[in-house]
């Protein structure tokens, strides 16, 4: 079983709003800080977001005020709510634990945001 499973990325006009989810199926999964990545063309990856206690933190200066995260308890899920998307937020986005840890990288879900 695949411990993380990302989907809802898409093509986006600049503006535009997504919604993020990571079906996490790894036991005692709250008790980890989990955390959104993200990695753009040709770029390193870097942490996007990170749930402290159950309480979304924006890591990236970049997407404070537009982004935010949270655990959906009913289900295992993970969100990232992302809005007024810009070009630059164009990346595959992965959901991981902080730190990450190699066997839950999944494939990951790509967001393109262009007009």
């Known amino acids: 079983q695949v411990p993380l499973v990302e989907s809802g990325g898409g093509l986006v006009q600049p503006g535009g709003s997504l919604r993020l989810s990571c079906a996490a199926s790894?036991?005692?999964?709250?008790?980890?800080?989990m955390a959104w990545y993200r990695q753009a063309p040709e770029k390193q990856r870097e942490l996007v977001a990170r749930i402290d206690l159950g309480t979304g933190t924006i890591i990236a200066d970049s997407v404070k005020g537009r982004f935010t995260t949270f655990i959906d308890n009913t289900n295992n899920t993970v969100h990232l709510q992302m809005n007024s998307l810009k070009p630059e937020d164009t990346a595959t986005y992965f959901c991981n634990i902080d730190p990450p840890r190699n066997s839950y990288w999944g494939k990951g879900t790509l967001v393109t945001v262009a007009s």
């Open positions: 790894i036991s005692n999964f709250r008790y980890f800080h």
